[in-house]
């Protein structure tokens, strides 16, 4: 293996989050435009490339690998790939991983499991089928609950990704943690963050802060702070009364960086080194311009050497400073 990717921070470089596809079959108004231009097929990366990509990266010291989009599972041929990056595990791999809507679950939990993924996140918002229309502008919830529930008879462990909204979810959520414990899935919520322009939808109108969604689960319930962290921006709570593990994702109230241990790849192949900052390599070009894979490795080794110390992220000036202009579907969240 070559030598590990650490960064000018002295932070080791073990976790990738891959996006395949910018393609999604839902519109989560927080995430993208009723009408969005996807990019033409011949921008992304193709399945060998992603392949090629991600083994290189597995080859410098990368331990854990999250697959995301847009939605990972709408990509054609995409269990292609997770059979493929199965050979890693159990060797240089530790984890083979998604971030998934749900919605093609039914079908493809099996063949996951199959390729050796054992945990999946899934992103639900809300329990009321109306309300999952209205978010998703177009997705059925009980398909992705039909999805969640072939997961688990898969054996795949689900943890749930919430987005805290304001005056959308606010009083759901004692139903979703009950209906989390009931199922024994993990729960995270997700602080809404200001990526891409959503034309009338507002964010500051959305933002419902983590510390408030904390304080009145402690209204009810008794909170023991978990030290255990991933190296990312989640916290971890307990709920003594339930034995429940609640992470929070506070990216903007809270400064995770100094602990940060990831980099992301969006399917144009594009290396983020922070999702905050708009600074980035092309590796799509060292991909396709030779068959060998030392121009690839010289791109991601000089990328991780400008790896920002942190992002500028702010609400609290009450405009959304530091908003960065592309979306979550093309980063992957
Ligand atoms: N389609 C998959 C899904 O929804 O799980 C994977 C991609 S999606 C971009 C990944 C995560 O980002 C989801 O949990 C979603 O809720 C979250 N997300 C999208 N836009 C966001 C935003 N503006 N702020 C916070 N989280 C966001
Ligand atoms: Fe699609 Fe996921 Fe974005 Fe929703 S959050 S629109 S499911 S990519």
Same mark, same amino acid.
């Given at each position: 293996? /070559?030598?590990?990717?650490?960064?000018?921070?002295?932070?080791?470089? &073990?976790?990738?989050?891959?996006?395949?596809?910018?393609?999604?079959? @839902?519109?989560?108004?927080?995430?993208?435009?009723?009408?969005?231009?996807?990019?033409?097929?011949?921008?992304?990366?193709?399945?060998?490339?992603?392949?090629?990509?991600?083994?290189?990266?597995?080859?410098?010291?990368?331990?854990?690998?999250?697959?995301?989009?847009?939605?990972? +599972?709408?990509?054609?041929?995409?269990? %292609?790939?997770?059979?493929?990056?199965?050979? $890693?595990?159990?060797?240089?791999?530790?984890? +083979?991983?998604? %971030?998934? /809507?749900?919605?093609?679950?039914?079908?493809?939990?099996?063949?996951?499991?199959?390729?050796?993924?054992?945990?999946?996140?899934? #992103?639900?918002?809300?329990? &009321?089928?109306?309300? @999952?229309?209205?978010?998703?502008?177009?997705? #059925?919830?009980?398909?992705?609950?039909?999805?969640?529930?072939?997961?688990?008879?898969?054996?795949?462990?689900?943890?749930?990704? %919430?987005?805290?909204?304001?005056?959308? /979810? !606010?009083?759901?959520?004692?139903?979703? +943690?009950?209906?989390?414990?009931? !199922?024994?899935?993990?729960?995270?919520?997700?602080?809404?963050?200001?990526?891409?322009?959503?034309?009338?939808?507002?964010?500051? &109108?959305?933002?419902?802060?983590?510390?408030?969604?904390?304080?009145?689960?402690?209204?009810?319930?008794?909170?023991?702070?978990?030290?255990?962290?991933?190296?990312?921006?989640?916290?971890?709570?307990?709920?003594?009364?339930?034995?429940?593990?609640?992470? @929070?994702?506070?990216?903007?109230? $809270?400064?995770?960086?100094?602990?940060?241990?990831?980099?992301?790849?969006?399917?144009?192949? !594009?290396?983020?080194?922070?999702?905050?900052?708009? &600074?980035?390599?092309?590796?799509?070009?060292?991909?396709?311009? #030779? !068959?060998?894979?030392?121009?690839?490795?010289?791109?991601?080794?000089?990328?991780?050497?400008?790896?920002?110390?942190? $992002?500028?992220?702010?609400?609290?000036?009450?405009?959304?400073?530091?908003?960065? %202009?592309?979306?979550? #579907?093309?980063?992957?969240?």
């Amino acid at each position: 293996m /070559n030598a590990p990717l650490i960064d000018p921070f002295a932070r080791k470089i &073990d976790y990738l989050r891959v996006s395949v596809t910018d393609r999604c079959d @839902f519109r989560c108004t927080y995430c993208m435009a009723e009408h969005m231009t996807f990019l033409p097929k011949k921008e992304l990366l193709t399945l060998e490339e992603l392949d090629r990509l991600c083994s290189t990266f597995v080859r410098m010291g990368v331990r854990k690998l999250r697959i995301t989009g847009g939605e990972p +599972l709408v990509r054609k041929g995409i269990m %292609t790939f997770f059979e493929g990056m199965s050979r $890693h595990l159990g060797g240089p791999l530790d984890e +083979l991983t998604l %971030t998934t /809507n749900g919605s093609q679950l039914e079908r493809f939990a099996q063949p996951l499991r199959d390729a050796g993924v054992r945990r999946i996140n899934v #992103s639900l918002d809300t329990l &009321d089928p109306e309300k @999952f229309r209205a978010i998703t502008r177009w997705g #059925s919830l009980d398909k992705v609950r039909r999805g969640i529930a072939a997961a688990q008879d898969a054996g795949l462990r689900i943890k749930i990704n %919430t987005v805290a909204l304001k005056g959308f /979810n !606010e009083g759901e959520l004692f139903d979703l +943690l009950a209906w989390c414990a009931v !199922e024994d899935m993990d729960l995270t919520f997700i602080e809404v963050m200001p990526m891409g322009d959503m034309g009338e939808v507002q964010r500051l &109108d959305q933002y419902w802060p983590l510390k408030d969604l904390r304080a009145r689960l402690a209204e009810r319930f008794t909170l023991t702070e978990l030290a255990h962290r991933t190296g990312g921006p989640a916290r971890y709570v307990r709920i003594e009364e339930t034995g429940q593990q609640i992470g @929070f994702i506070t990216p903007l109230t $809270h400064n995770f960086c100094e602990s940060c241990n990831r980099v992301r790849v969006t399917c144009t192949g !594009e290396l983020y080194m922070c999702l905050g900052q708009e &600074d980035m390599a092309d590796l799509r070009a060292p991909l396709r311009a #030779s !068959e060998a894979d030392a121009p690839l490795e010289d791109a991601i080794r000089r990328a991780i050497a400008r790896k920002p110390k942190g $992002h500028d992220f702010d609400y609290s000036r009450q405009a959304v400073e530091g908003q960065v %202009t592309r979306h979550m #579907s093309h980063t992957g969240g």
